[in-house]
């Protein structure tokens, strides 16, 4: 069984930063990709930030410059670090895995049960 845990989000003002860190726990044998989604209230959940095994990392459009994934492959954590934030940025952050547990075995998709994120003054 795979766990994925989310934290660090909060109540910020516009142009505040934060950063939010998923923490991926259980049977591991390999973490193919990794990502952070949000979803606002009315709204479908989109892509924010995606870094896969290899270490290449790519952005949703609208955070493109003011957000910054990266991963602990030690730790077996992903951290989103957001800067210059806005108020259209609240939305509740969800921390995605794409796993394998054993050698051999189909890799697994595993959703945190997010984090909140508000931006108003």
């Known amino acids: 069984q795979v766990h994925i845990v989310e934290s660090g989000g909060g109540l910020v003002q516009p142009g505040g930063s934060l950063r939010l860190s998923c923490v991926v726990s259980g049977s591991i044998f390999s973490i193919e990709f990794m990502g952070w989604y949000r979803q606002a209230p009315g709204k479908q959940r989109e892509l924010v930030a995606g870094?896969?095994?290899?270490?290449?990392?790519y952005y949703g459009g609208s955070v493109n410059g003011r957000f910054t994934i990266s991963r602990d492959n030690n730790k077996n954590t992903v951290y989103l670090q957001m800067n210059s934030l806005k108020p259209e940025d609240t939305a509740v952050y969800y921390c995605?895995?794409?796993?394998?547990?054993?050698?051999?075995?189909?890799?697994?998709?595993?959703w945190g049960q997010g984090t909140q994120v508000t931006v108003s003054s």
């Open positions: 870094i896969p095994s290899g270490g290449s990392t």
């Open positions: 995605n895995g794409a796993i394998t547990q054993y050698y051999g075995s189909p890799t697994i998709t595993s």
